[in-house]
T-cell receptor, first 112, second 109 residues
Framework: GAGVSQSPRYKVAKRGQDVALRCDPISGHVSLFWYQQALGQGPEFLTYFQNEAQLDKSGLPSDRFFAERPEGSVSTLKIQRTQQEDSAVYLC??????????FGSGTRLTVV | QKEVEQNSGPLSVPEGAIASLNCTYSDRGSQSFFWYRQYSGKSPELIMSIYSNGDKEDGRFTAQLNKASQYVSLLIRDSQPSDSATYLCAVGRAQKLVFGQGTRLTINP
């Protein structure tokens, strides 16, 4: 596609509910990244894929967070048993090389 | 100490003036540096990248890098109200980017 597509755009979850956030990167971009952005803060790295391989998941805050990219294109970030502190904007980005990322519009998650 | 530090602002600049945004980083081995602009409620948009010491100009934007001082800056000439946004400095580390908290810039007509 022309840009990085994320869905849903907004998600309200009750505390304890599981959520799944989807990212469809730019066609041909082998690198895919997930970031978490809290209000008033810069994006914080969560995890990175090169094709289907998850090469770095050092930023995932707990074992409730899980990401996958089984066919090297679309990726899903799953959060189990959501907590209020998980409320944030989740940004997906893709990259062809090290010249900088293209971000998607993000998913704003609110846990109530 | 955060890896990438920016003054959160807000920074207020009159229309037509030069806006100067600053960023320091802690990893002396960093090789790639980026400035992103983020409008309220929108995703970050890449506006400049710089890899070598010195200045890099693109239209009204100039990025400046001083690796010895571990300092990156962004100058916006002839500031316009449409430049009002949060500016994020990012430093490349392996494949990922480490972001500062951003500086909120307001251009006053």
């Amino acid at each position: 596609g022309a840009g990085v597509s994320q869905s849903p755009r907004y998600k309200v979850a009750k505390r304890g509910q599981d959520v799944a956030l989807r990212c469809d990167p730019i066609s041909g971009h082998v690198s895919l990244f997930w970031y978490q952005q809290a209000l008033g803060q810069g994006p914080e790295f969560l995890t990175y894929f090169q094709n289907e391989a998850q090469l770095d998941k050092s930023g995932l805050p707990s074992d409730r967070f899980f990401a996958e990219r089984p066919e090297g294109s679309v990726s899903t970030l799953k959060i189990q048993r959501t907590q209020q502190e998980d409320s944030a904007v989740y940004l997906c980005a893709s990259s062809l090389n090290r010249a900088g990322y293209t971000f998607g519009s993000g998913t704003r998650l609110t846990v109530v | 100490q955060k890896e990438v530090e920016q003054n959160s602002g807000p920074l207020s600049v009159p229309e037509g003036a030069i806006a100067s945004l600053n960023c320091t980083y802690s990893d002396r081995g960093s090789q790639s540096f980026f400035w992103y602009r983020q409008y309220s409620g929108k995703s970050p948009e890449l506006i400049m990248s710089i890899y070598s010491n010195g200045d890099k100009e693109d239209g009204r934007f100039t990025a400046q890098l001083n690796k010895a001082s571990q300092y990156v800056s962004l100058l916006i000439r002839d500031s316009q109200p449409s430049d009002s946004a949060t500016y994020l400095c990012a430093v490349g580390r392996a494949q990922k980017l480490v972001f500062g908290q951003g500086t909120r810039l307001t251009i006053n007509p």
